[in-house]
């Protein structure tokens, strides 16, 4: 795939982000997490396209927005209630992620390098965070799912962060990489799905409801 191709690709996000944008005003506050990385994704889209020829830099950005990406959906989930009654288990996530993200990259390894432990981690613990939202969705909402925008990006989450948990486990073992490769090879298709569940995720996120005072 030309690099071109794969830019387009990968600014699939762009939808999302320009929907977001439209409604941004309007949407749920509880939402706002998750615009916020949806317009960082359009912008580090752009610089791994352009960082793509400097491989150190390349992980530099990587490293560093997979960071940002595990916290900011954290507290989205936070921001979603997902942890009502559990502060200190969203508590002890949030530093145990840093503390290995900061011990993977920048002690025991190098922030230059692809480091798989802490993709790993973050990857599980976003597939199970989504799972548990969904069943929390399926109790105690009674709309349609295809139209219930917290389903529709935990299923993207889901699907986009299962697939990093197969490709990495694969490059882990030495004699399962021609296959790591392979798999790897379609992230982008990957991608553009879960950007097209998440555009459609934004477009059906709930209207702010004004608080009306009968005080004057």
């Not at 939402?31 to 390349?58: C, Q």
């Not at 997979?66 to 200190?88: A, M, N």
């Not at 379609?186 to 059906?204: D, E, H, P, Q």
Request: proline residues 2%.
């Amino acid at each position: 795939m030309n690099r071109e191709l794969y830019l387009i690709l990968g600014l699939s996000i762009v939808i999302a982000a320009t929907i977001g944008l439209i409604r941004f005003r309007k949407i749920e506050k509880t939402y706002r997490p998750f615009l916020i990385y949806v317009f960082v994704s359009v912008l580090n889209e752009l610089g791994s396209f352009y960082l793509a020829p400097h491989k150190e830099s390349a992980m530099i950005d990587l490293n560093l927005f997979t960071l940002f990406e595990y916290c900011i959906l954290l507290l989205q989930f936070h921001s979603w209630k997902l942890f009502h009654g559990y502060k200190q288990l969203f508590y002890a996530l949030l530093a145990g992620f840093v503390i290995l993200w900061v011990t993977e990259n920048l002690v025991i390894s190098d922030i230059r390098r692809y480091n798989y432990a802490y993709i790993l981690v973050h990857s599980f613990v976003m597939v199970l965070l989504g799972i548990n939202m969904i069943n929390r969705i399926a109790v105690n909402d009674y709309g349609p799912l295809y139209r219930n925008a917290r389903f529709i990006i935990c299923i993207g989450l889901i699907i986009f962060f299962i697939y990093n948990i197969i490709v990495n486990t694969l490059f882990l073992n030495a004699a399962s990489k021609p296959l790591a490769i392979r798999f790897f090879n379609i992230r982008v298709y990957v991608n553009t799905f879960s950007n097209l569940l998440y555009a459609i995720a934004v477009y059906f996120m709930p209207v702010a409801v004004k608080k009306i005072s009968f005080l004057k």
